[in-house]
Structures are given as structure tokens and as C-alpha cells.
């Protein structure tokens, strides 16, 4: 059944839906709750939600179930105050003779293009039901790819704070303490003279520290957003050993999946390009994947453009020029993306228990220099006292 169809039956059917007095909008709404609205409009919601609503949407609609009137049960028991409003909205646009993909297009934080773009692809064909449980599976791969990348990033940086909390903790603390048995400073050996200095920073001037550090991040965080330092960032981080080859699987695996429903969904090689380079954040392979598109444009191959490309794999790019010449492009994708998938899992794997020696040398290594940088002073004491 079309679009067309279900909505001529919400509109005849479904008039006397009592949607103004229940429904989380209402115009009659004070300044202040409108703001709210506004700004709980600014936020997304969960891919978690995103998820079970294509499933529900596919089933409901396989049951012949109006879609205004599926969607008019689901905002009645959502408990998300973002996706309840979310859902009124696509109620009052479909009532308004808009498609599924137009009400999607119209939170941009939530729904990416490449959903609206699947979606839209397969209204056309009127077998919007067929697509959606596809699109679910696959929105929780790329998800689950993403989320190892940065699960791969964050346990490192947990450890490493918790490292250096317990560290300048010992240097606040439990040093000074510790050196005030010592009278004559000037006579302590290099390595304690240096352990002192460094007690006394962290002690007495611990807010420039947490300042300095507020300040590194903030820096990153702006420089991020201007097009040429996101493209420096990017590419340092993807020279960053080990690191970088996670991201390049993950960035592969999010290239490849996004761009086989895109061309699976009968939308232009181009205009797929275009998408995808959007979607895999990383301004280097973004750059690279547009440069791509206009060589596309000018009618060269795929395999052609990205020949000799170092962010590209030979191997994939082998099976992009076979599978290109027999028209089975949008299978071969796919089977790429389950590949690096399946990469990315080792190596976040093997990332997790190789760090642990690494931290383990690194505690090692601190605790034998605040011992040596004590203890020496404490044995030349000693030895003075037996020779005396």
C-alpha cells in the first residue's frame, strides 16, 4: 500500500483522534514552556528509540496499520520527552500530506541523511515497510562499530586519569610529609631536589594545573570546529600508532555500510558519495571521499579514483573493481563492512590487553623513582651516622 493510501485513510478515519487536548504541544502554551520545547527540540534522541521505531514502524505497516494512526499510539506511551514531541510532530506533517522521509529530514539531529535518503528512495516504490527492519540492522552495526572505536579511546584515558589522580594525590599529600624529616635541603641528592619541586608545584599551585589542562581541551574543542584544524587533528590522530589503524577500520566499515544502503536504495553513486562523506567524521577521508565524487562525476570508476590511495586498502579496492564491472556493487560494500567490522573487534580486543603491561611498567616506573628519590637520602644519613 502507498503513502498515499494510508494517508487518505487517516484522514478520513482518523479525524476524531482527540491529538490537540493529549498531545505534549499545545498553542495555548506559555513563553516559558515553549522555550522549553525549543530547546528539548535541540537534542536527539537515543539510537536505542531510533531503532525500535523503524521495527515497529516495518510491523505495523506489514499489518496494514494506518501510519498516522500507529504513530498517534506511539507518542500516547512514549516516556522520552524529546521523541513524545518528536512524534507529535510527524503526526501534525503527515496530516499535512508530508512523507515519512520529509517529517525525518526535519530533525537532522536525529536522523542523518542517509536514513532519509533510504527511506525516501523506498517510498517511491511504495515498499517503505521492506526497507525498515534493513535500515534498524544496520543503524545498530554502524552504532556498535562507532561505540567500540570510542570504548577503544575512553578505557585508556580512564585509566590514565586514574593513574594520575593516585600520582598527584602521593604528590599533595603523602611527599611532603614524607620529606619534612629532611632539615638540610640543599645537601638532598638531584633526584630528591627534584621530587621536592615538583611536590611543591602540584601543592601550592594545584589550580593552574586543572587550569592548564581546562585550557588544552577548550583549545582542542574550538580548533576542532574550524575546517583546517579539524583536518590537522584528524590527520594527526590517524598517525597515532595503534590508534590508527582502529579508526581507519571503523572509518572503512561506516563508509562501506552507509554507502551499500545508499546505492542498495537506488540512489545515485554521487549523490551516495556525497552523503557518506559526511558521515564518517573524520575531515581526511571526508576530503578524500568528495575529491572521489568528482572524479565520479567526470565519469572515472570508483576503483580508478582510489588506485594507489594510501587511506584506502588495496584489498578493497580489489573487490570494489570486480564487483564494479559485474554491477554488484552494493553487495560487495556490504561484505567489506562485515569484514572490518570483524578487524575492529580484535584489535580493541588485543588494544585492552596489551595496555595493561604498559600501565602496569608506567606505575612501576614512578613508584621506583619517588622510592629512590626517599630512600637516597635517608641511606646517605646512615652511612654519615656509621662513619661518624
Given at each position: ?17 482527540d491529538i490537540n487536548n493529549d498531545s505534549v504541544i499545545d498553542d495555548n502554551k506559555t513563553f ?298 552494493d553487495k560487495t560494500i556490504i561484505k567489506v563492512a562485515d569484514f572490518y567490522d570483524e578487524q ?44 661518624s
Amino acid at each position: 500500500m502507498s503513502d498515499i493510501v494510508i494517508l487518505e485513510e487517516d484522514k478520513n478515519d482518523e479525524v476524531n483522534f482527540d491529538i490537540n487536548n493529549d498531545s505534549v504541544i499545545d498553542d495555548n502554551k506559555t513563553f516559558i514552556d515553549k522555550l522549553n520545547d525549543y530547546f528539548i527540540k535541540m537534542q536527539s534522541i537515543w539510537i536505542k528509540d531510533k531503532v525500535i521505531f523503524y521495527r515497529l514502524l516495518s510491523t505495523m505497516l506489514n499489518a496494514w496499520m494506518s501510519l498516522v494512526k500507529w504513530i498517534w499510539v506511539l507518542e500516547k506511551q512514549e516516556k522520552n520527552k524529546v521523541f513524545k514531541i518528536m512524534l507529535w510532530g510527524f503526526i501534525k506533517e503527515l496530516k499535512e500530506w508530508k512523507t515519512l522521509s520529509d517529517c525525518l529530514d526535519m530533525w537532522p539531529k536525529s536522523f542523518n541523511a542517509a536514513e532519509v535518503w533510504v527511506i525516501k528512495s523506498w517510498e517511491k516504490t511504495w515498499k517503505l515497510n521492506d526497507v525498515l527492519t534493513s535500515l534498524a540492522e544496520q543503524i545498530e552495526k554502524v552504532s556498535s562499530i562507532t561505540w567500540k572505536l570510542k570504548s577503544a579511546m575512553i578505557y585508556p584515558a580512564m585509566i590514565m586519569t586514574v593513574v594520575f589522580g593516585v600520582i598527584f594525590i602521593m604528590m599533595t599529600v603523602v611527599v611532603p610529609k614524607l620529606i619534612a624529616i629532611f632539615e638540610n635541603k640543599e645537601s638532598l641528592p638531584p633526584s630528591t631536589r627534584i621530587l621536592i619541586a615538583i611536590s611543591d608545584f602540584a601543592k601550592w599551585y594545584w589550580y593552574l594545573i586543572i587550569l592548564f589542562i581546562i585550557l588544552v581541551f577548550w583549545t582542542i574543542s574550538m580548533w576542532k570546529k574550524t575546517p583546517t584544524w579539524k583536518y590537522l587533528y584528524d590527520k594527526t590522530l590517524l598517525r597515532i600508532p595503534v590508534l590508527w589503524w582502529v579508526m581507519e577500520k571503523v572509518i572503512l566499515s561506516k563508509f562501506s555500510r552507509v554507502f551499500s544502503w545508499l546505492v542498495s536504495s537506488w540512489v545515485s553513486i554521487v549523490e551516495s558519495l556525497k552523503i557518506v562523506a559526511d558521515a564518517v567524521w573524520n575531515e581526511v577521508y571526508r576530503q578524500r571521499i568528495l575529491l572521489l565524487m568528482e572524479d565520479v562525476k567526470g565519469w572515472m570508476k570508483i576503483w580508478e579514483s582510489l588506485e594507489w590511495d594510501k587511506l584506502f586498502p588495496d584489498m578493497m579496492i580489489q573487490m570494489i573493481q570486480v564487483w564494479e564491472q559485474a554491477a554488484k556493487l552494493d553487495k560487495t560494500i556490504i561484505k567489506v563492512a562485515d569484514f572490518y567490522d570483524e578487524q575492529v573487534d580484535n584489535t580493541v580486543w588485543a588494544i585492552n590487553k596489551l595496555l595493561e603491561p604498559f600501565i602496569i611498567v608506567f606505575l612501576a616506573v614512578v613508584v621506583w623513582f619517588i622510592a629512590i628519590a626517599i630512600m637516597q637520602p635517608i641511606m646517605n644519613m646512615s652511612d654519615s651516622i656509621s662513619n661518624s
